[in-house]
């Protein structure tokens, strides 16, 4: 099973970036799917889900500025952010629930000028 997260790496605030989880080696549209994130010294915090069925649901830190979307036909899921402030600096990592449980590797995102 691999999680594989990707995106741009460093952003101006303000920027936009759109992050990719793409999955392999499981039934993909059985899954809840989740990004989290992690800055230095922090616990690693939800930052979005979208269910089987489509449902989303955001951290207040980032609502109205994220969007959570999925392709079952590619295995594959998104966040786009807009917006993007310095403290949305972290590792982000993908996440998927269903009949287990598996992490993905984190992606770096730096929001700085």
């Known amino acids: 099973v691999q999680l594989q997260a990707s995106g741009r790496g460093l952003v101006q605030p303000g920027g936009s970036l759109r992050l990719s989880c793409a999955a392999s080696g499981i039934i993909f549209r059985l899954y809840n799917m989740n990004w989290y994130r992690q800055a230095p010294g922090n616990k690693r915090e939800l930052v979005a889900t979208?269910?089987?069925?489509?449902?989303?649901n955001y951290a207040d830190s980032v609502k109205g500025r994220a969007t959570i979307s999925r392709d079952n036909a590619k295995n594959t899921m998104y966040l786009q952010m807009n917006s993007l402030k310095p403290e949305d600096t972290a590792v982000y990592y993908c996440?998927?629930?269903?009949?287990?449980?598996?992490w993905g590797q984190g992606t770096q995102v730096t929001v700085s000028s």
């Open positions: 979208i269910t089987v069925g489509g449902s989303t």
């Open positions: 996440y998927a629930v269903g009949p287990n449980f598996y």
